[in-house]
């Protein structure tokens, strides 16, 4: 299987990152090849600008998404922009590392959504969606750290149901570009729990990530 881990924490010491390590480890020694774009470290620009496009179709009037169109059809998206969209054209699986920030991504990850996945190449509104996405056949899945507790994030808990809250990734940009979208792995509490509760999250992930082939897709 090919793996394409984008991973989004700043401090390589956290336990975010040592989820990122335990799978990039988990995947190499199964004879996987991974790939990752830590993002961080990449200094990847979330922010989609004109400077995007090596060129532009319209010059008095910066349409981001008529662009990314422009771009797609005549090759025009710069360097960094074709080495992500090529990676992902390559993976199988899309494995999403981050913690959980005001119940979305950093910033960093939802920029990368924003540039990468654009007009064109990644779907067309009118013919190239869900299950007849442009990445159908492809798998995705989030690996989360939270900050809050399982039970914060029940129907009845403070948080909400976690899969309402997650509903805009899991349904709105990974199944709306075609993917098969796979149940979350969560680490609950990572910043607050002991070394050995630590350690047994990360023997579970590596057993979930053992048994991704057995998981149903959520839609």
Known sequence: MKILLLHAHPEP????????????????????????????????????VQSD???RANTEYFSYLKEQMNA?????????????????????????????????FPAILKGWFDRVLALGFAYHPREKLYENGVFRGKKAMLSLTAGASEQAYTEQG???DIMKVLFHI??????????DVLPPFI???????????????????KQYLSNIEKLKPLF
């Open 187 to 205: 680490a609950w509490r990572a910043h607050l729990e002991p070394r050995e509760t630590l350690e047994k999250y990360i023997e579970n992930y």
């Open 158 to 160: 403070a948080n909400g």
């Open 72 to 104: 797609h059809i005549n090759n025009l998206f710069v360097d960094d922009l074709k080495a992500e969209m090529e990676k992902l054209k390559w993976a199988d699986f899309l494995l999403i590392n981050t913690p959980l920030w005001w119940s979305t």
């Open 13 to 48: 010491k956290s336990f975010t990152s040592a989820l990122k390590d335990t799978a990039v480890d988990f995947f190499t020694k199964r004879g996987d090849e991974v790939i990752v774009s830590d993002l961080y470290q990449m200094n990847f620009n979330p922010v989609g």
């Open 53 to 55: 496009f090596k060129s």
């Open 170 to 179: 899991h349904h709105g940009i990974l199944y709306y570009i075609g993917m």
